[in-house]
């Protein structure tokens, strides 16, 4: 099972080794959207949400859903991030969510980068509830990674899955 690093020749999970990696800088860029009733956007965009300053508390859990990634995916390694950068914009349709992780360390943030939109758009969604309880969250994905022994990659066009 020398394909499926995570499984050792038994099948069993395990977390890979990464010691033998070389340390190089790290980033990934992630995003999703959360679908949003007119009101909703509205009341984003007065800001009238009656929580109070849902996107700010967005920013904030994304953060947090980054540093915390090794403890809800079970077989990422904790990185020792060294930034994160977040961006929710309300458009016509509800809220557009950016992030980009950054580490110096053995492996990828793409996790970290996934991670933090989820907790994100899941924050957005806990704050506007009382609006509109048929939001959804949609489109998340890795937009582009860099550094590591595979390289660089960036999302073009329709791709599907795995390394485009």
């Known amino acids: 099972m020398a394909d499926l690093p995570h499984l050792t020749d038994s099948g069993t999970a395990r977390m890979v080794d990464v ?8 980033e990934a860029t992630a995003s999703g959207v959360v679908l949003l009733s007119a ?14 300053d849902a996107l700010a508390v967005g920013r904030i859990a994304g953060i ?3 540093k915390r990634t090794p403890e809800l995916i079970p077989l990422c390694h904790p990185l020792p991030l060294t930034g994160v950068d977040i961006d929710l914009d309300v458009v016509d349709e ?5 992030v980009t992780v950054r580490t110096t360390g053995r ?5 970290e980068a996934l991670t933090a939109v989820s907790v ?4 957005v969604i ?13 489109d998340v994905r890795v937009e582009a ?6 390289g660089d990659w960036r999302r073009t066009g329709a791709e599907g899955t795995g390394d485009d």
């Open 107 to 111: 492996t990828g943030v793409e996790m």
């Open 64 to 66: 947090q859903g980054a």
């Open 126 to 138: 806990d704050m506007i509830k009382a609006i509109d309880r048929a939001a959804v969250i949609t």
């Open 19 to 26: 010691s033998d990696k070389d340390v190089t800088r790290r």
């Open 145 to 150: 990674k860099s550094g590591g022994r595979r």
């Open 120 to 123: 994100a758009a899941l924050s």
């Open 94 to 98: 509800g809220v557009r969510i950016a």
């Open 39 to 52: 009101a909703a956007v509205a009341a984003l965009r007065d800001n009238t949400v009656p929580k109070g």
